[in-house]
């Protein structure tokens, strides 16, 4: 049996006796505001096996909070412009948007696609906060229509 086997029997082990000790109501034991190994009662002088133990509870953290955190953010304007794309050209080949209506929201596109090249131009490479809410705003009524013309009833045949 490895040492990390080893280090989650005894946290196991310990677990199970505090779960026991806390239905009894006898948790007189316990501080408030004991940290976790204190509460466990890892054996003293084992460090290797709070580090694991540590460790362990730090990436199972991580591993709860990462899903959170790359959901949160929201998409930047190039994937906002591809996604758009994809939009239109499912439209076409549904047939809810005519050439004429794509044509219109592809130009629309290339309109944002040169707003935020030239926006870039002139602040160094970078978009300030200001430039981005203006950006978004585009991509926002352009989406919108989007919407508006493939369900506008207007078939392509």
């Not at 946290?11 to 004991?34: H, I, K, N, T």
């Not at 709070?50 to 929201?74: C, G, H, N, R, T």
């Not at 935020?116 to 978004?136: C, F, H, K, P, V």
């Amino acid at each position: 049996m490895g040492l990390g086997a080893r280090a989650l029997g005894k946290a196991a082990q310990s677990v199970r006796r505090l779960g026991a000790r806390a239905l009894e109501g006898d948790l007189a034991g316990l501080e408030m505001g004991s940290g976790p190994l204190e509460i466990l009662k890892l054996p003293q002088g084992e460090t290797e096996m709070k580090k694991l133990y540590v460790a362990l509870v730090l990436l199972v953290a991580m591993l709860v909070a990462a899903p959170v955190i790359a959901s949160a953010q929201p998409m930047g304007i190039n994937a906002r412009i591809v996604e758009q794309q994809k939009r239109i050209r499912q439209g076409i080949t549904s047939g809810e948007l005519t050439r004429r209506e794509a044509g219109m929201l592809r130009f629309n596109l290339r309109k944002v696609k040169l707003a935020e090249s030239d926006m870039r131009a002139r602040t160094g490479g970078y978009l300030t906060d200001r430039q981005r809410i203006r950006l978004n705003h585009m991509l926002d009524v352009n989406s919108n229509m989007i919407y508006r013309k493939k369900h506008n009833g207007i078939r392509r045949f």
